[in-house]
């Protein structure tokens, strides 16, 4: 992609986005104008900087992780097109019989994980867990009730005694919450 | 005669407490009435807790027909007792223990079916109804007037109905929520409906301007959100209030039930919707609530509000029986049918056009078989009852008219809710319609569950468009900076107080397990 790409997308990209995304046509374009409005420095591709400009992200208490979890393992530091659409399939809503495979639940589940997998060891560690919580509960509770609750987290999920969550030990502690619902959002055409 | 004697030592003072007496005999009897059906489980099974209480009612009223028969009217449900008395209850318990979460989640379609589709509901069975009367099938006359007045009280899904019978049923939350909620929300709706065309058909048809119709359709508005308005109100004054109780605790829970029942009767006042005042009442003043009053004022508060509900749902059905025993019964038979059939009827085409509307605004759908649920559920109780009874009745021709109304209007309520009460949950079975699985969530849960929160509530953001992930996230920004601090007595410390609350829950229930298997310990 050139630089000047950004401007247009070819008929047969979207064609191959719509396919292995199952966005429709419409919805496709509108991510595309939102992509390049974030798109400040318009070279076709997203900086972490450029999600940090999003305002209400900057302010949201995991605004990092959620960045963190967009750029996935992929260790560039830049976003194109069609992995910024790729990441965003994963929140179709889920319907019956026409799913694809990037919106299904264990993908889902797998964007909240890698949220807290910050050495992308496919475990959560006590220390990850704390991390998280400090962001969200706030930085007034102290450490020692904090590293409670993480603890009794832990022992809560953790079958295999390890003192680690595994993807596997996060699915089964959500096995009861209906994360198709949570984790879809309705796409604008 | 009055005989000079001596002091009596014993006498029958009747009267003096017959009213109390009466109102205390009711309330053990129906209490009885449920001990007793729950003792044997085969009978719970088959049939919902409210069809047994009709059918004790109708017993119970056919004894006092041919006992004392002169008596009968004084023991009917009047139209003041249902609204002032055993209405608000309810309204008040589903509030405060509303899934808020799931109600506001699905809030557009669960306004979309109170509002349109009652108006939908009232006009097609209104002039359907006129259509029949105007081929000449029905004996008793009437114009198209009477029919909208008929058909407002006769379309208004009842939230005390829905609840008895989805309690025991146990769909899904977001199903649930949408029944009920349209069972609440519809309230504005109806009142306006209903006061309108009673109005109208006092001043005669050919008296109406076309400006009394705007206005009127268009104060559902003004009943609805006034309604809404003076709820929260009073519920942030609740709440507000409850920070200075600690040092008299004795009388926390009485300000929830006093302050409440006020914001029912001052929206009635104005005649605004009462029960969309409750409902918003509850629902914003037990956050509050919860943080300041203490954990036993917090216990007494949620039985005595249990306790409340299930006797005036227990006295609602058990009148509903005994009132349908009666003298002026008006039978018509074409009348009867097709207003039981129009109401079925719309109520599912209803359904289905609204649900294909709100499906193209909703990330999760409604599917068939939840639609077909939706309209199944769409119950008919004691609410119509009391605006029948309210009709008046100066002329020969316009009491025939409401005992027609009033018969058929029972019919529709038997019917809703014996036949699709008792078989709602066969169905729900059968069609394999998502079943709610409620549990206490665990600390794991709590905390990934709020993180997805923000993280949709990000991923909104990132594509740019707000959805509800969006207006949650901005709604606990506003509570936790001015809402909190002003309501709450203690300062909350943390930016997440539902993950420090989850924490000490479990914490409590471990500590209570804890004490009850030690319980056997020998005392030395």
Known sequence: MGSRSSLLLRDEEIEEIRR??????????????????????????????????????????????????????????????????????????????????????????????????????????????????????????????????????????????????SFEEFQKAMERTDVEQKMSIRFLH | GHAQGRYPIADINWHHVETPYMISLWVLFASYAKIAFHLTDKLAKIFPESCLLIILGIIVGIV???????????????????????????????????????????????????????????FCIGTSLYGIVALGWVSVPMDLLDCLVFSSLISAVDPVAVLAVFEEVHVNESLFILVFGE???????????????????????????????VVGVTSFLIIGIGGTLIGIVWGLLTGFVTKFTDHVRVIEPLFVFVMSYLSYLTAEIFGFSGIMAIVFCGIIMKKYVEANISQKSHTTVKYFMKMLTSISETIIFMFLGLSAVRDDHV??????????????????????????????????KVNKVEQFIMAYGGLRGAIAFSLVILLEEPTKVMAQRKSLFLTTCLIVIFFTVFVQGMTVKPLVDKLKVKK?????????????????????????????????????????????????????????????????????????????????????????
């Open chain 2, 64 to 122: 006092i027909y041919f006992a004392a028969h002169d008596v009968m009217l004084d023991y009917t449900l009047d139209s003041d007792t249902f609204f002032l008395f055993l209405l608000p209850p309810i309204v008040l318990e589903a509030g405060y223990f509303m899934p808020n979460r799931s109600f506001f989640d699905n809030i557009g379609t669960i306004l979309l079916y109170a509002v349109v589709g009652t108006l939908f509901n009232v």
């Open chain 2, 183 to 213: 069972s609440l929300l519809n309230d504005a709706v109806t009142v306006v409906l209903y006061r309108m065309f009673k109005q109208f058909a006092a001043m005669g048809a050919d008296n109406i301007l076309p400006v009394d119709c």
């Open chain 1, 20 to 165: 292995t995304t199952g966005f429709s046509h419409n919805q496709i374009i509108r991510l595309y104008h939102r992509f390049n409005s974030l798109d400040k420095s318009n070279n076709g591709f997203l900086s972490r900087e450029d999600f940090l400009r999003i305002p209400e992200l900057a302010i949201n208490p995991l605004g990092d992780r959620i960045i963190h979890a967009f750029f996935g393992e992929t260790h560039d530091s830049t976003l194109n097109f069609k992995q910024y659409v790729k990441v965003l399939a994963t929140f179709r809503p889920v319907k019956d019989g026409s799913d694809n495979r990037l919106n299904s639940r264990e993908e889902k589940l797998k964007f909240a994980f890698k949220m807290y997998d910050v050495d992308h060891n496919d475990k959560i560690s006590r220390e990850e867990l704390l991390l998280v919580l400090q962001m969200m509960v706030g930085a007034n509770i102290s450490e020692e009730q904090l590293g409670c609750i993480a603890d009794r987290t832990i022992q809560e999920a953790d079958n295999d005694n390890d003192g680690l969550i």
């Open chain 2, 436 to 524: 709610s699985h409620k549990h206490k969530p665990s600390m794991g849960e709590k905390i990934f569950t709020r993180l997805i929160d923000h993280a949709m509530a990000g991923i909104e953001d990132v594509i740019g468009s707000h959805g509800h992930n969006y207006w949650r996230d901005k709604w606990e920004e506003i509570d936790r900076k001015y809402l909190q601090p002003l309501l709450m007595r203690e300062k909350p410390e943390a930016k997440d107080s539902q993950i420090l609350q989850v924490y000490t829950n479990l914490n409590i229930k471990d500590a209570m397990e804890y004490v009850k298997s030690a319980g056997s310990f020998n005392v030395q």
């Open chain 2, 331 to 364: 039978w018509d038979s074409a009348f009867v049918l097709c207003t039981l059939f129009f109401c079925l009827f719309y109520r599912a085409i209803g359904v289905i056009i609204l649900t294909a509307l709100a499906n193209k605004f909703r990330a999760i």
